[in-house]
Structures are given as structure tokens and as C-alpha cells.
């Protein structure tokens, strides 16, 4: 029931965007098309966000069924599947609801909403996130070409976050049997709620992993020291890709170089079944941001469009 009133409420989103673009002339990028399907197959070699990764790597075998209605409007959803030693799961679904439009010759991007569902034992760095409102505004000016992703989460509290790029698309080969190399530049700036928020859950998780009434009761709240939107990473990736017919094979290996140390302060309170209670500050930064390291990983993935 929950997930019905969210996908009504997207759709009545999107539909308004849609109406607002063709208020202002533009194009779409096709609306002649045949509504087609597509099944991608993927296997992700560690998650990483924004620059930062958990200190047990933790590959993803990815699914995605997408629906492209032909007309600009798309849907996905996608099934994500730990693939950790002892820790196999199905770990958090997405689904997608999208428009892609067309501005001229040159200009084309996209107007989105995502929805997210997480497993109880998920541990992912962007876990509270549970929603998202985004958007892409591309520009080819031939040689090159400009991106840029503005995106709207929310949490506990809500985030931006801003992802402005550049890359350049190589083809070789025919129509329907052709190379294509897209080596890119991309770099992300992001508020940190979401950090505060999934830092809090996990402490306040393990400190109360027994439900005691005896025992005293200890609560952790963590602030980020230093708020604002900050450079987090910059992204270095060089998608490969092969099609032949109905049949694409990606490889992407990508180049995360993490910025800006993300420094955290924490309060945790205890309560003493008498009544009484205490609390401590301490500093709660993690040694991976102190520590900041490059990470590298990769996503191979084939998919057949019907």
C-alpha cells in the first residue's frame, strides 16, 4: 500500500515536469518509439559512495529490469545481492521512475524519482537515504560533452548533492555491431545528513543489542563538526561497451579519489534504571576518513533489450 501511494504520487510528479517542458517547447527525444524492455545483468566489484567504502568489501551482483514506454518515460527496478563470505543477501531494492527529454540538438537529460528498500541487516554508508528527486541536463558541444546531475535525498533530514562532469564518447564499428569507449570526469559535492544519520543508527545498534530493562540504557547522537556542502570525490571511469543486435556487454572500471575528511562528533547518554543519567563527548571520526585512501572498482554487466 505504501509503495502504491509513493508510485502515484511520483507519477503526479513526473507527469507536472512533463507538462512544465512541453510548456516551454521542449522536445522530447523520441516520441515515435515502440515500447521496449530490457534485462541487465551485473556484478559490482565494491560499493562505493562518494569516494568512501566499508572496511570489508562488499561486491554486489546486480539485477535490472527496465521498461521504456517509447515516449520518453521510463521505470526500473533493481534488485542488489551481497555477494560478502557468510553475509549473502538480498541487501536493497530501488525503483526508478523517469522522463528523458530532448532541448534541440544539443541539449537532453533527464527528470527522476527513486525509491529505496533496505534489508534490516543492511550496513550501507547511504542506508538512511529513502528516497530521491533528481535531475540531468547534458550539453555536446561535439568534442566534449558537459553533465550535470542535481539530486534531492531524504532521510532523516534532506541532502543535496550536485554532480557536474565531462566525457567524450569514441564508436567503432556498425550499427548494430559497435564498439563504444566513453572516458570521463566527474566530481561530487554533497551536504553530509545522511552521515550523521546512518553513523547514529549504527552506534545506537550495537550499544543496545540487548533488550535488558535492568541494564541501563545508553543513546548516541553523532554531528558532523564541519557542515555545508563539501568536495567529497572525484571520479575518474572508462566505460567499455559492446553491442551486438539485442546484446551489450559494459565493463566500467572507475577511480574514486576521496576529499575532505568528514570529522564527527559524539554524544552518547546513559540512563540508569534509578533514573539518573550521564553523558560524554568524544571525537567519533572513523580511521578510514582520517586515514582517506583512493578506491578502485569495477562493474561488468551484460543486458538484452526485447
Known sequence: MHLFKYFASLTAFLILSIN???????????????????????????????????????PYQITTATVNFGNGIYANFIANYLLTPNDKRFDFFQLDVGYEYKLGQNITGEIYGSKYFYSNQSNLLNGDITSDFGATLNYDLGFLQFNNT??????GKSDFQFMPGIEKSFEFGETNSKWEITPGIYSVFSS??????TLTRR???????????????VQSATTITDKGIKLLDMECSLPISYQKGAWSIILTPT????????????????????????????????????NLGNQ????????YKF
Open 20 to 58: 512544465t517542458i512541453n510548456a516551454q517547447s521542449i522536445s522530447k527525444q523520441d516520441t515515435s518509439g515502440k515500447p521496449s524492455f530490457k534485462l541487465q545483468l551485473d556484478y559490482l566489484s565494491n560499493y562505493v559512495y562518494n569516494g568512501r567504502a566499508d572496511s570489508v568489501k562488499a
Open 150 to 155: 542535481l539530486d534531492l535525498f531524504f532521510s
Open 192 to 197: 553530509l545528513n545522511y552521515y550523521e544519520s
Open 203 to 217: 552506534l545506537n545498534a550495537l550499544k543496545n543489542q540487548k533488550n535488558n530493562p535492568a541494564a541501563a540504557n
Open 255 to 290: 577511480l574514486a579519489i576521496p576529499f575532505h575528511p568528514i570529522h564527527t562528533t559524539t554524544v552518547n547518554s546513559t540512563t540508569l534504571p534509578n533514573g539518573s543519567s550521564s553523558s560524554n563527548t568524544f571525537d567519533s571520526t572513523p580511521y578510514s576518513e582520517k
Open 296 to 303: 578502485f572498482y569495477f562493474q561488468i554487466g551484460l543486458n
